[in-house]
């Protein structure tokens, strides 16, 4: 607190012995959402690594309690999604992924968890088959796109969004052959 007097000081900048105080409980007002969102994020972590020990119908009801905590918050979906593949629980990941590609944030976390889930059975949901086809396409693999959107499609026919990549990866089929036959 010395050094803090000494800078204004320094500065000759006098304030009234109550704007201290002041000060630090304003910016424990603008800071309260960020402390309370990583206080629920510590607690979802805590719930998870407490159930471990827990008997399986138990972990499942941890696990949906901890997504309770969490709710909507992108970043405590990341760290269930995480913590939940560490501990081999792909369903409960699953679900946490699902809830984060609901929110459309954190594309990149989401990305990356689908990536480590995919390696561990493959999408578990249309969503998530439809960020590996985004990543597969930019990456220049349009041929393996093409085989999981495939697979994909019998998997979740009436799908929309992966409708879409279905029409896109066949538009991008269609423009180099148009291209090579007015050569």
Known sequence: ??????????????????????IALNLVV???PFILRNFKIGRARKILQRSRIL??????????????V????PMGLVAIADEAIRQGRLLLAREAV???????????????????LEDD??????????????R?????????????LDKGLRRWPEDAGLRSWQNRLQ????????GDAGD
């Open 98 to 116: 699902q809830r984060l590609i609901s929110t459309g944030k954190e594309r990149d976390h989401a990305r990356r968890l689908v990536r480590v």
């Open 171 to 178: 538009e991008d089929e269609r423009t180099p052959a148009e």
């Open 70 to 73: 969490v709710g909507e918050i």
């Open 55 to 68: 008997q399986p119908e138990e972990q499942i009801q941890e696990g949906r309690k901890a997504l309770t």
């Open 1 to 22: 607190m010395d050094s803090i007097n000494a800078i204004l000081e320094a500065l000759n900048i006098s304030l009234p012995t109550w704007a201290g105080p002041f």
């Open 121 to 134: 059975g493959g999408p578990g949901s249309a969503e998530e088959l439809t960020l590996l086809l985004e």
């Open 30 to 32: 603008i800071f309260m």
């Open 136 to 148: 597969l396409f930019s990456a220049g693999m349009r041929e393996k796109a093409l085989q999981r």
